[in-house]
């Protein structure tokens, strides 16, 4: 019986089950800590969702309630909620994921306000407020849905028109607070705080015990304690750390648990479980919360535990200056994972690789790990329509290539962006601020750029030959295949902004930047048409080389020394504004093939097997196939 990959697609989002086959081959102590590790996973789910904006779960709670108390509610109407709900999963809110505009309900309000009356009747738990009605609830929340001018924008890093970038941004880190109001305030809980503008001031709303999101994180914390006594020393360290830092929230404690954490470097199940990337804040500080579980492809590690061994090597050649090299490169590690579960920032939109911890000190100093998401980027290949790689080709033999060489090309591209990309380089002698302190709201998008920047530059590099990543017969197929299609990538990804004139995801920014700036000045691009269509294409590998060596020495100068000025000027001066006509152009290609704009992943599902004395005796791994089923198993356990 062959396996679905592709499960549905809801509007242009494809929703696509990823499998974790070798779950079953670990031991029962592994199965036992990845069961409690994937507790906390879903126990913080609500934490993001509160984090991306202040409505969230409020309107989870209407839209859950009125799929699952419908009695009374007309059968069109149940049908547009769920359609709604599921982008709403997706999407964790309103707020589109990729491009942070606001989605609408396509109902009346009328509608709207009936269904949520009909599922308070059938005794659907909705997050009242105190003393609040059914009526008044529906009505509170109206605007947020039908009103395309409330909240139209969960983060905007380039606002225009002089407008604050935190005022401009529909998310929940800040209340009431302007970059203005900043000036001269030093926070002590930079990452894991909500900043809060009252009458006396500023107020750091603290994530931790005692603190913001105490419920939910008392529940992570008594799972990751369960998980300890089936934890080896070292990842039993690491969570002990991270339990401490959930328990104060203070910085010596992060830093602490990211130390530990990349020290335990050779277990096999492991976890990221905290406040992690900053692309959801404005200005690049606030972290956003997530929750992985995950055990080591073993089949899958050779080729990027290769290229982690000899990180010194490629940090030696590298095309930027001398002075930010490191002069020794200490603690990279690098594996294949395959995911059992993830939820927050990481799911059900998912990253294809991750390199951690984010600090770059601790990366200096201490090292970082990086895995690729071997089963994510698996059931993303099996679930590709074939049309993305045709409908954009210059020619047949460029979609050829991309059957034969794409997989490779970007699974090795993936590798070298975050084992060597993210940790590579230093900061100028002198400068001890974080990069992301100096280069405020461009430092995702410009370490985005920084790091694809390396894999495209040591990707036909003949190292990797000699190493035994790639075999030299393949090699420069793998490159042209690879240079062609993120050349492709920064055409195509148009589909996913339907409106507007600039993009606001950091990667889309950074793609945009590199193939912007090789068209203005290299040869190794063209623009083509051909019956009146646009393609963007691939002409020359050695010059794409050369240029992306010569803009990666650039970028890792502003990075290194801190230079915002021109961090923005390279950013947006290539990687915001786009073209609307060309957009349109590339939104009637892709909607004439109905292909999708970006995929969403249903998670394998952990479920204990009792023996009669009511103790765990396996944990077996199964395969819901439905978005629906898996959002709301996880919703009713966060309320257990």
């Not at 009103?147 to 606002?159: G, H, I, R, S």
């Not at 089936?230 to 039993?236: D, K």
């Not at 992301?436 to 920084?450: N, P």
Request: hydrophobic residues 40%; contains cysteine; charged residues 25%.
């Amino acid at each position: 019986m062959s396996r679905r990959f592709l499960l549905e697609q809801v509007d242009d989002v494809a929703v696509v089950q990823v499998y974790a086959d070798g779950f079953g081959a670990l031991s029962l102590r592994e199965k036992l800590l990845a069961w409690h590790l994937y507790l906390a996973a879903i126990a913080g789910r609500d934490i993001y969702y509160d984090q991306r904006y202040a409505y969230n779960l409020e309107l989870r709670s209407a839209l859950e309630g009125i799929l699952t108390h419908a009695a009374g509610v007309p059968a069109p109407v149940v049908d547009e909620v769920r359609r709604y709900t599921k982008l709403f999963w997706i999407n964790s809110g309103p707020h589109n994921g990729i491009t942070a505009r606001k989605q609408l309900l396509r109902l009346t309000v009328e509608q709207w306000t009936a269904a949520v009356l009909a599922a308070a009747a059938g005794g659907a738990p909705l997050r009242l407020r105190a003393g609040e009605s059914a009526a008044a609830f529906a009505a509170r929340l109206a605007p947020v849905l039908f009103d395309p001018d409330v909240d139209p924008v969960l983060t905007q890093k380039t606002p225009g028109g002089g407008r604050d970038i935190l005022e401009a941004s529909a998310n929940n880190l800040y209340v009431d607070v302007s970059m203005r109001d900043l000036q001269g305030f030093v926070e002590r809980h930079a990452l894991n705080s909500r900043l809060v503008k009252s009458a006396g001031g500023l107020v750091e709303e603290v994530w931790r015990i005692g603190g913001r999101y105490d419920h939910e994180i008392r529940r992570i914390v008594r799972h990751l304690e369960d998980a300890l006594p089936y934890a080896p020393a070292p990842t039993a360290e690491a969570l002990g750390a991270l339990i401490r830092f959930y328990t104060t929230g203070e910085e010596a404690d992060r830093l602490a648990y990211d130390i530990a954490w990349v020290k335990d470097d050779a277990s096999t199940v492991d976890t990221v479980n905290g406040f992690v990337e900053v692309y959801l804040d404005p200005r690049g500080a606030k972290g956003a919360w997530e929750g992985l579980v995950s055990y080591v492809n073993h089949q899958k590690t050779r080729r990027i535990d290769i290229i982690a061994a000899n990180a010194q090597w490629f940090e030696d050649h590298t095309p930027w200056d001398a002075r930010f090299r490191k002069p020794s490169v200490t603690g990279v590690s690098a594996r294949a994972i395959d995911v059992v579960i993830e939820t927050g920032d990481s799911g059900p939109l998912t990253p294809v690789g991750i390199n951690l911890p984010n600090d770059q000190a601790v990366r200096e100093r201490y090292g970082s790990k990086s895995v690729l998401l071997a089963n994510v980027n698996e059931a993303y290949e099996r679930s590709t329509h074939e049309g993305l790689r045709t409908e954009f080709s210059w020619e047949e033999a460029e979609a050829d290539r991309t059957r034969k060489w794409g997989v490779l090309a970007r699974d090795l591209s993936t590798e070298l962006h975050e084992v060597i990309g993210h940790g590579s380089g230093r900061m100028a002698e002198g400068v001890t601020a974080s990069p992301s302190e100096l280069l405020r709201e461009h430092y995702s998008a410009l370490e985005e750029t920084r790091s694809d920047l390396v894999a495209l530059y040591f990707l036909p590099d003949p190292v990797l030959v000699e190493m035994g990543v790639v075999p030299a017969d393949a090699q420069p197929s793998v490159v042209r295949t690879e240079y062609e299609q993120y050349t492709r990538a920064a055409l195509v990804q148009l589909r996913r902004v339907r409106e507007g004139e600039q993009l606001e995801e950091d990667h889309m920014r950074n793609r945009q930047l590199i193939v912007n700036w090789l068209l203005r000045h290299t040869a190794a691009i063209e623009i083509r048409r051909r019956d009146d269509k646009t393609y963007y294409t691939m002409v020359d590998t050695v010059a794409f080389r050369a240029g992306v060596g010569r803009l990666l020495a650039e970028v890792q100068r502003i990075k290194s020394e801190g230079d915002h000025a021109a961090a923005r000027d390279l950013i947006e001066g290539y990687g915001v504004s786009f073209d609307p006509a060309l957009r349109d152009e590339v939104v009637a290609r892709v909607d004439a093939l109905r292909l999708p704009s970006y995929s969403a992943f249903v998670m394998p599902r952990l479920a204990p097997v009792t023996g009669a004395d009511g103790a765990i005796v396996d944990v077996e791994v199964s395969y819901p196939c439905d978005l629906e089923s898996q959002m709301l198993e996880y919703a009713a356990m966060a309320r257990a």
